[in-house]
């Protein structure tokens, strides 16, 4: 496989040898490279997501000699997501990890948002995440372990320009991973945050495009400089950057880590506004 697996097998021995894992917005970006990521570390995995372009990214997998199914489906629908809950269960015998990573652009602002874009956005960013593992968790709990990893965004922590719907969903996805975390931790499952800087994927290119976020105005390969040139680090984010730390709190490396937000964002959350910025 090639992003990130750079032709290679599935790993015996990987960080996720055995596990059997559920990836939600798996046909592009961010989930894409962590499906094929954490089947290059011996996971079985379950790729989901409303686009059909999800079954490309399971055949990859099973390409490159892993093991991999598809499933296309409306995460945000509740049957339709306990039905990918159950198509896992059903193929792998259990589940050991979900990461939930679907999402969309959600440009606007307070006055401006239509309740009808509203109800949109937070159905994709913070509805589906919650169904996406809503159905894991009783048989994780039988089982007495599991992680999740609720994929949010740097824009749930502090504010960017023109994305009033979308923040306030990845603002609840933090707050849900946290309290699902101490509701469960006495079942051996943790529960994580992943909160990504500006990932150049098709996601940021349809904020973007409509005229939200720090690059709207410009085209996509000038407000990718522009943004770029007020993060520590002077460049955006790798979407295999981001699938590894994922990759690392659903492994047994994070063990003892859960009800945390982990920003893989290049510094910006560090760091205070240059003048002119």
């Not at 960013?125 to 996406?132: C, D, F, V």
């Not at 992680?147 to 740097?154: L, N, P």
């Not at 659903?250 to 760091?271: K, L, M, N, P, Y």
């Amino acid at each position: 496989m090639d992003d990130p697996g750079n032709g290679r097998a599935p790993a015996a021995a990987g960080r996720l040898a055995g596990k059997a894992t559920v990836v939600t917005g798996a046909a592009s970006g961010i989930g894409r490279a962590a499906a094929l990521l954490f089947a290059r570390e011996g996971a079985r995995v379950l790729c989901a997501d409303l686009d059909p372009a999800v079954g490309a990214t399971a055949a990859r997998i099973r390409d490159a000699g892993g093991t991999a199914v598809a499933e296309t489906a409306d995460l945000a629908d509740a049957e339709q997501a306990r039905a990918v809950t159950d198509r896992a269960a059903d193929e792998f015998g259990r589940i050991d990890a979900v990461y939930a990573c679907a999402g969309i652009a959600g440009p606007g602002t307070a006055a401006d948002t239509e309740l009808a874009d509203w109800d949109r956005v937070v159905s994709v960013n913070l509805t589906s995440k919650w169904l996406s593992f809503r159905w894991a968790l009783p048989r994780m709990v039988e089982q007495g372990s599991g992680a999740i990893v609720v994929q949010a965004s740097v824009g749930g922590l502090r504010g960017v320009p023109g994305i009033f719907p979308y923040a306030a969903a990845k603002g609840g996805c933090i707050a849900m991973a946290r309290q699902a975390a101490v509701d469960y931790g006495p079942h051996g499952i943790r529960v994580n945050v992943v909160a990504p800087g500006t990932v150049p994927t098709p996601l940021v290119r349809d904020t973007y495009a409509a005229g939200a976020g720090s690059g709207a105005g410009t085209d996509f390969a000038t407000a990718v400089d522009r943004v770029a040139s007020v993060y520590p680090a002077r460049r955006l984010g790798t979407e295999e950057e981001v699938a590894a730390m994922a990759l690392h709190l659903c492994s047994d490396e994070s063990r003892w880590t859960t009800g945390q937000v982990f920003t893989v964002d290049g510094g910006i959350t560090a760091a205070l506004p240059r003048p002119g910025d």
